[in-house]
């Protein structure tokens, strides 16, 4: 399965990144590639004079040719970072929607106790117009995130892990691979 991960987060020790990187371990037989959301801001000049800047036509090529994707957010003052919406927003420039039909899995990772379970939604929100095919059910919400990850980068708490592999062989099956 060619499983594609979006980080709301560019930094590089972003613990949505680490979350990602379980996500795909915890994925059976996933082929994994990391989008890279560091691209210009949406500017309606620029795209004009311009087109669409590479990152934008590759991240583009990424998510029409994955089988399955993960966005996993931050959550920024109850919402999702101003990196993910401007990247969305970017895509829905495109020729054509790499999103259509698309299984799509959403997971957060915050400092907070509540885990990002508004900017999952945000995320639901701002995907609705794309129609992509969203793995809806139980969220893996990873909240005191500092605390999560042992020494190798891997998830310390069991019920998380079981959480997220039970989310990404939702997202498997959906991917019909
Ligand atoms: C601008 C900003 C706003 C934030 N707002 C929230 C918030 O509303 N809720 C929360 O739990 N954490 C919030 N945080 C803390 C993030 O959850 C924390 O920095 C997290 O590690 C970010 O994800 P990352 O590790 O993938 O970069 C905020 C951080 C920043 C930089």
């Not at 998510?63 to 970017?90: M, Q, R």
């Amino acid at each position: 399965m060619k499983l594609l991960g979006i980080s709301g987060s560019l930094r590089q020790a972003s613990f949505n990144r680490k979350l990602l990187r379980e996500a795909a371990r915890l994925t059976p037989n996933a082929v994994y590639t990391e989008a890279d959301l560091n691209m210009p801001l949406y500017d309606g000049d620029l795209e004009t004079v311009e087109g669409l800047p590479q990152a934008v036509t590759n991240l583009v090529a990424q998510i029409a040719a994955a089988d399955g994707v993960v966005i996993s957010t931050p959550e920024y003052n109850k919402g999702i970072s101003g990196v993910l919406k401007n990247a969305l927003d970017w895509v829905s420039r495109a020729d054509g929607n790499p999103w259509l039909n698309k299984p799509v899995a959403i997971i957060s990772a915050t400092a907070g106790r509540g885990g990002g379970e508004r900017a999952q939604t945000m995320v639901q929100n701002c995907m609705a117009p794309f129609s992509p095919h969203l793995v809806l059910g139980k969220e893996v919400l990873v909240g005191q995130v500092s605390a999560q990850f042992g020494d190798n980068d891997r998830l310390t708490n069991d019920r998380y892990e079981a959480g997220l592999s039970a989310l990404m062989a939702r997202l498997a099956a959906l991917s019909d691979v």
